[in-house]
């Protein structure tokens, strides 16, 4: 069955530092997702990506933060400078189309920032 | 502003009890809750969904009861086996988004032999 896959599975960067948080959705979808999860939380809605571009975005989801799908099969949120805050699980999902309501999320990225 | 209630925020239950767990919701635009399981170390995985027009989904052991009037919806498992213990979150989704699920606080399931 085919999954959503993210890499790498843990990241330990210093604060200040730039990260690439990377994931292949399923092949042949057309929505992108990423969401975060602080240790202990719920789930946060990051941002939506559609048609090559950012369709939805949350408060959380500031100047630091940027999406892109540099091929066909990647999909990558970067973070340009680190905060101690940004520590988190990272989760990209991944839905079919319109007539498909089911995001499927992958394993994750757990981001550490020291 | 929390879009999703959801409680208790862990339960214990016994092999074979019946875990109850319930969402509150304010958006009135939400037209789709999906229910997550997730476990430790693991992305969340959809367990059941259930759209405002159906008052109830049933998956196998697995039940959603939806009040539209209450804007409430709860998730039930019967026979609750010791596999399913886990952290279960319920979500909502707006007719008007992209497909962003605003989830709940999540419930720690342990199911106890």
């Known amino acids: 069955e085919p999954e959503v896959t993210q890499t790498p599975s843990h990241q330990v960067t210093q604060m200040g530092q730039e990260v690439i948080l990377r994931c292949v959705p399923i092949?042949?979808?057309?929505?992108f997702y990423w969401y975060r999860q602080i240790l202990g939380q719920k789930v946060e809605f990051l941002v939506s990506f559609y048609n090559n571009e950012i369709s939805e975005k949350s408060e959380i989801f500031d100047d630091q933060f940027s999406v892109e799908r540099p091929d066909g099969s990647n999909f990558t949120l970067k973070i340009r400078s680190t905060k101690l805050e940004d520590s988190a699980m990272y989760f990209c999902a991944s839905r079919p189309g319109d007539l498909t309501d089911t995001q499927y999320f992958g394993p994750g990225t757990r981001l550490t920032v020291l | 502003q929390q879009q999703v209630k959801q409680s208790p925020q862990s339960l214990i239950v016994q092999k074979g009890g019946i875990s109850i767990i319930n969402c509150a919701y304010e958006n009135t635009a939400f037209d789709y809750f999906p229910w997550y399981q997730q476990f430790p170390g693991k992305g969340p995985a959809l367990l059941i969904a259930?759209?405002?027009?159906?008052s109830e989904k049933k998956e196998g052991r697995f039940t959603i009861s939806f009040n539209k009037s209450a804007k409430q919806f709860s998730l039930h498992i019967m026979d609750s086996q010791p596999g399913d213990s886990a952290t279960y979150f319920c979500a909502g989704r707006a007719t008007d988004s992209w497909g962003k699920l605003q989830f709940g606080a999540g419930t720690q399931v342990v199911v106890t032999p």
């Open positions: 092949s042949n979808h057309l929505y």
């Open positions: 259930i759209r405002p027009d159906v």
